[in-house]
């Protein structure tokens, strides 16, 4: 909603990992993105007159950033499902597509879904193609978070071949050698934008633009250029006009792919990419740290608590670890930033991150406080008792100091523990150094070259803790 | 003057105290004699306030030092502020009053030359000095030392009773709990002995002999060793 007085925008939210055709990043120009969906979302914008602004969001939260308010529409091949209508609105469909069957090149076993019995299937999870594996006898279900890792898998016989929607298998498998597309359409599906069901009038909006796109045949010229007009979508725009365009962007694409790099080529590529990798690294040293703080105060306080608080206090704090320690911190995140929003609570996903990640921590921190607490000679607490100091005296200036000694190696281990965790906050919009990788290694195929420096790194960012505990660790001897 | 009347303590099978009474005149020593397992540690504690216990009456001073066995002085700070701490945290001392009583105890004990070391840095002797001194600062009337002896060697021994008897000439009470036959021999005014946690005899070391006959052949074995 866009109350009176404010800049009209339109934020709409991709996912740039998901790659070639929808929304990405164009290998030679890392700062440009492209994408059919961009293309949409740009003409769209153009029609309701408003600026847009992209936000960047894992896949898988997608929708659920839509209900936080983060961004106004989400437009990233979401394919429009009874299950999917139920939690928010789709717009009109604005591309009928369906899936095919991958293989290894050469494969000749299978020609249509029943001959997959049997072998093992990988595909994009959350996708419609994950619904129809499973609802197979005898199918092994391979998911994964992105088409890159899908081939890789398949290249290297993990799995035996994909279901993918067709805009992939143009995009990733029948452009790579290494891979042939089994032309057989299975099942059928739409994409559609998806709006807030708070937001009706922008529904409203959309459908009317994509209406007039639909009619004045812009859609279709958008689709033409990434060779992706087909049967099903002309019959869906009611549209049988012959195809006019030439396919430029696909052909750029697949120019642009340069699957064969030389090494020096490589090392340009590196070179440019440098640039991105040390935002992601600065976005995981700001989270990692920030999130270090709360974990140490949380856990004081939590230790203080457990060791000197009442029967209530005690039985609070058990119950906060065991919750903590009990869940996996994906979910905690998950629940913070989409979550909270629902009772009132809207946060930035920075501090999401921060909080999720140091309470998550906190519990650590707390235990390793009270071992280290408790190695501390009963003597040293009862000689404070008997000079006069009370508990809190003696907590803070005999006890801490010298738990603190016992305390640093644990927790030199935990807070690099917290650094590589901290890859986690892409599922709620941060764009750290692990999203980076993934993002670079999707655009430019290079997964073990761009580890390889995302690796170094993070072992650079832990480089400071090591030496400064090891520091500390002298001095107290 | 120190008086207790039925102290007892039943928490444990093995820490029980059954019905311990003495009269202890101020600025005099007492020395608790036992075998391991007696009870003596355990009514030393108690008297101290760091173990519970129920106790018909008792007359005890309010601020009272205690010297353990064994890792008494503070790691982290050095023998100066391990003294002040107590006096700026707890007696709320200026930093001038402060250093003033430091170096006074620290004279007291012969330290003051090791006023900045860590306790690490000391030897086994200065760290029992130490902690005296430390107690000293907070002038107590009454303190307590936990088998001081134990852990020293025999030179320095005789060093501690020396220190005892000074402190004696202050009117500071002192009790200690020993297996160091010297300890009553060289420094007590009086002795209890401890069997089972029961205070079996209390006695002034004078007359400890006449009271012999009353007690268990066992126990006049051990006290034979002390007198």
């Not at chain 1, 060791?307 to 119950?319: D, E, M, P, S, W």
């Not at chain 2, 504690?45 to 129920?54: F, I, K, P």
């Not at chain 2, 060093?159 to 420094?187: C, N, P, W, Y």
């Not at chain 2, 002995?193 to 009353?214: C, D, I, N, Y």
Request: hydrophobic letters at 40%; charged letters at 20%.
């Amino acid at each position: 909603m866009v109350s009176v007085g404010e800049a009209a925008t339109l934020r709409w939210a991709a996912d740039t990992e998901s790659g070639a055709p929808y929304v990405f990043y164009k290998s030679e120009n890392m700062q440009q993105m492209t994408g059919f969906e961009y293309d949409i979302a740009m003409a769209l914008a153009k029609k309701l007159n408003r600026e847009p602004v992209f936000v960047q969001n894992a896949w898988e939260g997608l929708v659920l950033g839509l209900e936080s308010n983060l961004y106004d529409i989400a437009i990233n091949g979401i394919e429009i499902l009874e299950e999917r209508q139920k939690i928010v609105n789709f717009s009109e469909p604005y591309y009928a597509t369906y899936l095919q069957i991958v293989t290894r090149q050469g494969e000749t076993r299978f020609k249509n879904l029943s001959d997959l019995a049997g072998t093992k299937v990988g595909t994009l999870s959350g996708a419609l193609s994950e619904k129809v594996l499973r609802a197979q006898n005898d199918v092994q279900v391979l998911t994964y978070e992105s088409e890159t890792l899908a081939h890789r898998d398949l290249t290297i016989s993990r799995s035996d071949a994909l279901l993918v929607d067709a805009p992939i298998a143009k995009y990733f498998s029948e452009i790579n050698p290494r891979f042939q597309v089994i032309s057989t359409p299975i099942s059928s599906m739409t994409y559609g934008i998806a709006v807030s069901k708070k937001n009706p009038e922008l529904l409203k909006e959309i459908n009317k633009a994509l209406n007039e796109m639909k009619a004045s045949g812009e859609l279709k010229e958008i689709l033409e250029r990434w060779a992706l007009w087909n049967s099903a979508t002309a019959t869906l725009f009611d549209d049988q006009s012959p195809t006019r365009l030439k396919p430029v962007h696909f052909e750029e694409y697949k120019e642009s792919l340069n699957l064969e790099r030389t090494f020096k080529e490589r090392i340009d590529v590196y070179q440019k990419a440098m640039p991105l990798l040390l935002k992601g690294a600065w976005q995981t040293v700001r989270i990692s740290f920030s999130a270090m703080i709360v974990a140490v105060l949380v856990g004081l306080i939590l230790v203080s608590l457990r060791l000197y608080g009442n029967r209530a206090t005690a039985f609070g704090v058990a119950f906060f670890v065991e919750f903590i320690r009990g869940t996996p911190l994906l979910l905690q995140l998950f629940f913070i930033f989409y979550g909270l929003p629902s009772v009132g609570l809207e946060i930035s996903a920075f501090t999401a991150a921060v909080i999720g990640l140091g309470l998550n921590y906190s519990v650590q921190e707390s235990e390793i406080y009270r071992s280290g607490l408790l190695s501390v000679h009963r003597n040293q607490v009862e000689a404070a008792k008997m000079l006069g100091l009370n508990p809190w005296q003696t907590f803070w200036s005999v006890q801490v100091p010298q738990a603190f000694r016992f305390c640093l190696p644990p927790m030199t281990t935990d807070f690099i523990a917290l650094i590589k965790d901290s890859s986690l906050v892409s599922v709620i919009t941060m764009v750290e150094l692990t999203k980076t990788y993934s993002v670079l290694s999707a655009t430019y195929y290079d997964y073990v070259g761009f580890a390889v420096i995302a690796a170094s790194l993070y072992i650079l960012i832990g480089m400071p803790l090591v030496v400064l505990s090891r520091k500390l660790e002298r001095v107290q001897a | 003057m120190i008086k207790i009347h039925n102290l007892s303590r039943k928490v444990t099978e093995d820490f029980n105290l059954e019905n311990i009474s003495f009269e202890l005149p101020t600025g005099s020593i007492l020395t608790l004699i036992g075998k391991s397992g007696s009870g003596k540690s355990t009514l030393l504690r108690c008297l101290a306030g760091l173990e519970s216990y129920t106790v018909e009456s008792e007359i005890k001073p309010k601020r009272i030092g205690f010297v353990f066995q064994s890792s008494n002085l503070f790691t982290h700070l050095t023998l100066e502020e391990n003294i002040k701490l107590a006096l700026i945290k707890v007696q709320k001392k200026s930093g001038a009053e402060a250093d003033q009583i430091c170096n006074s105890v620290l004279e007291q004990v012969k330290l003051s030359n090791r006023k900045t070391y860590y306790p690490k840095h000391l030897s086994g002797g200065q760290q029992q000095r130490g902690t005296i001194a430390r107690a000293l600062a907070l002038k107590p009337e009454l303190i307590l030392y936990d088998e001081p002896t134990s852990a020293l060697d025999p030179e320095l021994v005789d060093e501690l009773f020396e220190l005892m008897l000074e402190l004696k000439k202050t009117g500071l009470t002192q009790i200690v709990a020993s297996h160091d036959r010297d300890a009553v021999k060289k420094v007590s005014d009086y002795m209890g002995l401890m069997h089972h946690g029961h205070l079996q005899l209390f006695t002034e070391v004078g007359q400890a002999k006449s009271k012999f006959e009353g007690l268990e052949v066992e126990q006049q074995k051990y006290m034979q060793l002390f007198i």
